[in-house]
Structure formats: C-alpha cells, structure tokens
C-alpha cells in the first residue's frame, strides 16, 4: 500500500514520536507499505511521521545513491543498505562533521547543504523484533541521521543556515498552503 506523504507545515512533522510497544502492531507489513511508499516517490528514506504515523519508526535504502556512479565513486556505506529502524536511539555521533545537500519528500523542491558527523551509533530493533546496536559511516550515516531527525520533530531545513532559510521562506510557506507539484502521492490541503 502507498501511503500519502505529509507535507511541511503538518503539525506531527513537528511532534516528538511516540515509542512503539513491540508486538501492537504488524511492523512486517507496515515497513513493506513504507519502503514501497518511499519507492513511488523515488526516496532513500521515510519517517513514520512522513507518512501521518506519531511512532519511532524509519526504513531506509541508500543503495539508489550508487546507482550508476564509477566504481570509484561509489559509497561503500550504501552497499546492502536497507534497513528498518523500530524505537531508535542514537547513542552517539563522532567523526568531522562534512556537508552534503539533503533534500526531504516532505519538503519537496528544496534542498540544503548540511552539515553531519561521519559516523552514528545507533540502538533498534528490527521489524521482525532483533535487538541490534550499529555503526554506520558515511552517506548510510547521514541517512539515518536525517531519518532520526523526523521521529525527534526536526527537520532537514532546520539545519540551514540563516541566510538559506531566509530564502526559502516563501517556498516553505507555499508547500503549507499545498501549492506544490510533486510525481507522488502527497497528503494536500487546497
């Protein structure tokens, strides 16, 4: 099932998620719905709350990032990257702190360069409810960074600079009133 992705200016983009009691509902089925969801949009990652679900939830899949890029210039940190990420928390982040342009589905036409450090330590489980404690580095980092960021009511834009969020005010508020075009499925208001 597709789901509609929720535009800025939706007050649960702003919420601090609520934890998922393990066993309450199907996560198999509903990690399944959000990654063919984050497909259809042509999406790396998806939030719960991107999707008008109030839970810790996150599915992610950088591997469309190495697409047909020279062997080179391809991520090792994307490669078999496709995650579920149930009740997350990051316990820590360390490395320099590097930019990259982060844009968001539920932001669309935007983009920003933000700056994140190299590596996430994170503790989740999975949909099938394993217990697990990661590293990541790299872009496979930053993606769950930005993920985890939706479940804590942040988003990407936040991050700006002042200059750039001045600039994209207008584009920000046009996305809230629903003037917005997008090739996916959005929740709207006209």
């Not at 969801?37 to 008008?52: D, E, K, N, R």
């Not at 969020?165 to 997008?182: A, C, E, F, P, Q």
């Amino acid at each position: 099932m597709i789901y509609p992705i929720i535009p800025y200016g939706d007050p649960v983009l702003r919420k601090v998620a609520s934890p998922i009691e393990l066993g309450s509902i199907d996560l198999i089925k509903l990690s399944e719905d959000m990654f063919e969801t984050m497909y259809a949009a042509s999406g790396v990652g998806l939030a719960a709350p991107q999707i008008g679900m109030d839970i810790r939830l996150f599915v992610v899949d950088g591997r469309p990032m190495n697409e047909g890029e020279k062997d080179e210039d391809v991520d090792e940190s994307l490669i078999g990257f496709k995650k579920v990420f149930v009740n997350p928390t990051i316990l820590d982040e360390t490395g320099d702190e590097w930019g990259f342009e982060e844009g968001c589905l539920s932001i669309p036409g935007i983009r920003g360069e933000v700056y994140r450090p190299e590596y996430v330590k994170i503790h989740y489980w999975t949909e099938q409810g394993e217990e697990r404690t990661d590293v990541f580095e790299s872009l496979a980092a930053r993606i769950i960074q930005h993920e985890y960021d939706h479940i804590e009511g942040i988003l990407f834009t936040d991050h700006l600079n002042p200059v750039k969020k001045r600039l994209i005010k207008n584009k920000l508020s046009d996305i809230t009133r629903g003037k917005v075009s997008v090739d996916y499925k959005m929740k709207l208001t006209r």
